[in-house]
Structure formats: structure tokens, C-alpha cells
């Protein structure tokens, strides 16, 4: 009973942790390296007081829940942060001292590569599937503690207590992370809905205004070129007018990303082959491409969707500009695609600078750009709502420095 008393401690300490953990992660201002450093208190502080309330069943030998907080931030968080947490295992377990000390040295870095290797696989899976993933580790590192014990240091152990720490750390561990999954959900359903409110208040921006707008530009645009066909005009003036040209130009294609917004559900429906027109959109990006040195791959397998051609060639289009953008010293994209689960998912990766959690999240929302003042993020605002009016979705993953992975899913249109 006392093994229970003290695991059952340890596992409202990581409890209290997780939450406070999310209290932080609900506030949309925090960036990447804000995260790892709360991340790095929160689950440090839960390793700590674990380990301040162990269970010892003799003189050198200490139990308690310290895996399951390591074991989380090896999936949650940097490999840099989750490496340090070990480090911080190890050496509050060795001034404690005993021959315990040295199963933490021996299981953290095997374990530290094993969920490593994990990590890509658990990303792709969704909760579920991550609870088993993580409760089967959790298992394996249960018995990897108690064969040391009983291998190396031929140290019996009461077969209550081998049930009670395993039975308690796989409980544990399916608890943290339905909590931490839970959280993020509701987390993920916030942002959305504050992206949609956002959208709806473009929409009705863009019904009232953009027609307005776009008509007296369009008129002055034409005087502005007549005044450039003029006779006598100095070579400064003419660069002006030019200017003056290519900037009522990009004000009426933010005009027309606006209209995209007014009219949501597309009023023609198409039959889209997925192939030929990723391949024309990449007909369309190309000459961008060379100019700014990109190489665009594609794998491509042929599927066919419902939706406004036009428009699914747009958003395409953005994606790519957006790829290319992200480049400024060259690269790659390599654009896949594939069927699965009657869903076809489109991949497009590149090798560009990346974006934050932060930034992640914000994709999608008025006037948020990751273009340093260049850009208005209208671009992707399309992208999301020509994607929805399609039944579809977008996944981004991206990590600063390494690049940025776009799946767009829609579903198959079985064609007779």
C-alpha cells in the first residue's frame, strides 16, 4: 500500500504540471522558445517532486513516476529540451546515490533514441493511436527498470510491487496523454473558430466594398497609361507611372482575393483531376521558380475531386508561391501526391526557412504574413477557404530552419 501511496503522489504531481503546462499554451502570444522553456519548468518541476516522493524498497534503490514526464517531453517538445530533462535525471538520481544511480545512465539515452525514432511515426498517428504508442514505451521501459534491477544487481523484488509500478506508470502515462491531447484539441478548436470569425468579417467587407473599390482603380489605371503613351515623358517620370501601374495592379488582385471570401461556395462545380492541374499550376509557378533557382519535383498519382477548378488552381498556386518565397538562396519543392482512406492527400515540402508553432497556428488569418511586411496573408486566407468549400483540409508542419510540409486532403470523387 505504501508503493501505491507514493505513485499515486507522483501521479497528481504530473497531473498538476500538464495543466498548468496548457495554462500557458492557451495564450496565442507565446512563441517557440517561450514554449520550450515552459515546457522544460513545467515537466523539470514534476521530474523534481517525483523524485523528492519516491517509494524505496531498500537502501539505494528509489521508484517513482519520473519516466512518464521524461518520456512526454521527448514527444512534445525539442529533442534539445527533452536531452536536458535527462540530464537532469541523471544527476538528481546520482546525489541521491546508491546502485539504483546507474539504471537512469543506462536506460535514458537507449530510451532517448528509441523515442526518437518513435517521434516521426507518433506525429502521423492521431490520439489513439499515440496513447499506445506511448503506454507500449512506457511498458518496455517499466520492465527494462525492474530486469536491471534483477539482472545486474540480483535484487528480488515483491511481486505486488512489480504490478503495482507497472500497472500505475502505463495508467499514468494513458491519463497524460488523453489530458495533454485533450487540451490541445480544444486548444486547435479555439483557433478556429477565431480564424472564422475573422474570415466572416472579410467576407462581409469584401460583399460590400470590393466592387466599389475595384471600379475607379481599374479607371485609373487606364488614365495612368495614357499619360505613359505620352510624348516628352523623362525617363524618371515614366518609372513613376510605372510604379504607379504595378501598385494599383496589386491593389486590385487584393481586391480579388477579397471577392474569393464574398462568394464561398463556388457557383460552377467541377470534376478536377488532380494531376493536371497541380501540373498547370506548376506550369504556371515555373518561370518564378527559375528565377529564384528552385527545382520543383513532383510525383503525382491520378485522382479526381469536386470544386471550382479555377479556384483549386489558385490555391495551388498560392502554395507554391508561397514555397518559393520561403527560398530566397534556392532550393527544392517536391510536390507528391497519393490516394488513402478515400481521401487524396497532396504533399507539398520544401526546404525553406520554416515557421514557428506560432505562426503555424495563425496561418490563415487576416492580414498575418510571414513575409515581413510584403505580404497581407490574404493568399493563404484563400487557400483555407477554397480548401473548406471543398470538404477538405490542410495539415502544415513546419520547424524553423529545416522547412515546411503542406498536406492538403480532399476527398475522392468516384467518377463512373
Known amino acids: 500500500m505504501g508503493s501505491i501511496h507514493s505513485f499515486l503522489i507522483n501521479l497528481f504531481v504530473i497531473v498538476i504540471s500538464i495543466l498548468f503546462m496548457q495554462f500557458w499554451m492557451n495564450k496565442r502570444d507565446i512563441s517557440s522558445r517561450q514554449y520550450e522553456y515552459v515546457v522544460f519548468v513545467t515537466f523539470g518541476f514534476s521530474i523534481i517532486l517525483c523524485m523528492l516522493f ?54 535514458l539515452p537507449i530510451l532517448f533514441t528509441l523515442c526518437m525514432e518513435l517521434r516521426p511515426v507518433f506525429n502521423r498517428n492521431k490520439m489513439y493511436s499515440r496513447i499506445a504508442i506511448l503506454s507500449f514505451l512506457t511498458f518496455l521501459t517499466c520492465i ?48 478556429r473558430l477565431i480564424r472564422m470569425e475573422k474570415v466572416e468579417v472579410v467576407s462581409h467587407l469584401a460583399a460590400s466594398i470590393s466592387h466599389e473599390i475595384r471600379n475607379p482603380l481599374t479607371s485609373s489605371r487606364g488614365f495612368v497609361q495614357m499619360v505613359q503613351e505620352s510624348p516628352g515623358l523623362q525617363d524618371k517620370d515614366k518609372e513613376f507611372l510605372n510604379i504607379a501601374v504595378q501598385e494599383m495592379d496589386r491593389a486590385t488582385a487584393i481586391i ?133 468549400a471543398m470538404n477538405g483540409a490542410i495539415q502544415i508542419d513546419s520547424e524553423p530552419g529545416i522547412g515546411t510540409k503542406i498536406n492538403v486532403c480532399l476527398p475522392i470523387f468516384k467518377t463512373c
Not at 546525489?95 to 537512469?104: E, S, T
Open 256 to 388: 480579388h482575393d477579397y471577392l474569393t471570401f464574398a462568394k464561398p461556395a463556388p457557383d460552377k462545380i467541377d470534376t478536377i483531376s488532380t494531376k493536371e492541374t497541380i501540373e498547370k499550376a506548376i506550369g504556371v509557378i515555373q518561370p518564378l521558380a527559375n528565377m529564384n533557382n528552385v527545382i520543383i519535383h513532383s510525383r503525382l498519382s491520378t485522382h479526381h475531386v469536386e470544386g471550382n477548378q479555377s479556384l483549386f488552381l489558385q490555391a495551388l498556386i498560392n502554395l507554391l508561391k508561397n514555397s518559393i518565397e520561403a527560398m530566397p538562396q534556392g532550393g527544392e519543392i517536391r510536390v507528391t501526391s497519393h490516394a488513402e482512406s478515400k481521401k487524396v492527400h497532396i504533399l507539398i515540402e520544401d526546404d525553406g526557412i520554416g515557421m514557428t508553432p506560432l505562426q503555424v497556428t495563425r496561418l490563415g488569418e487576416p492580414y498575418f504574413s510571414t513575409k515581413e511586411g510584403k505580404g497581407t496573408g490574404l493568399g493563404m486566407m484563400v487557400v483555407f477557404r477554397v480548401i473548406e
Open 144 to 191: 527494462a527498470v525492474l530486469v536491471c534491477i534483477y539482472v545486474i544487481f540480483q535484487h528480488p523484488l515483491p511481486r505486488e510491487f512489480v504490478y503495482s509500478f507497472i500497472i500505475i506508470h502505463v495508467l499514468g502515462m494513458i491519463l497524460s496523454i488523453y489530458l495533454i491531447e485533450f487540451f490541445r484539441s480544444q486548444n486547435l478548436i479555439l483557433t
Open 54 to 107: 519516491p517509494f524505496k524498497i531498500s537502501e539505494g534503490f528509489i521508484f517513482d513516476l519520473r519516466f512518464i514526464s521524461f518520456i512526454l517531453a521527448c514527444f512534445y517538445a525539442h529533442p534539445i529540451t527533452a536531452a536536458a530533462l535527462g540530464v537532469l535525471v541523471a544527476v538528481i538520481r546520482s546525489i541521491h546515490g546508491g546502485d539504483g544511480a546507474w539504471i537512469p545512465i543506462i536506460i
